[in-house]
């Protein structure tokens, strides 16, 4: 169903929209038709066109009826490439649920073994990480200090405290990946 918002309500150009899509009307869907098969998809290229066509009443009252026959077409058209370039971009981001790996998406918690190897392994290399980032970790996660306290603890503004923790993570992360288990003193700097 298409809905007609003239400007000024109920005035002399929502009668001439109304007029004009029961002229052009099956002329707008068929040149819609043409180009995207799905006849909910052609309604709403439609309606897309009716809306902007809306805004120009003034324009299309001025026009003759070829020139207008040919606006309204160029303004379907221009309403179908729109429409293909959403999709585009739409079916480049969205992956169907069947072709996802639902167990990749849904990690559950840590099971109570898990947790304490990574302690284990966090401990093993605690040492070999740089004493500021001992410090911010100890103090983010063992406090439970927040950005503001922290960003004073680092002299630095609260947005940076969350750069200086991923920074420090990932040095965490590397050093447990790369511990085998013995003590080497290796540092990440």
Known sequence: MVTFTAPGGESRGAAFMRELYKKYGRLMYATARRSIPNSQDCE??????VESLC???DTLTALPSPALTVYIVHTVKSKVINFKRLQTVVNQ???ALED?????????D?????????????YRVWRRLPE??????YRKY????????L???????PDSVRTRLARARKKAAALMEGDDGNDRTRTLA
């Open 100 to 108: 996802t790996n639902l167990e990749e998406l849904w990690s559950p």
């Open 151 to 157: 960003a004073e603890f680092l002299h630095c503004k």
């Open 93 to 95: 981001r969205v992956t």
């Open 110 to 122: 840590p099971t109570p073994e898990a947790l304490v190897e990574q302690s284990d392994a966090l």
């Open 55 to 57: 805004k120009k009443v």
């Open 132 to 137: 500021r980032d001992r410090e911010l970790l």
């Open 142 to 149: 063992v406090l439970r200090q927040d950005n503001e306290e």
């Open 44 to 49: 709403d290229v439609v309606q897309d066109a």
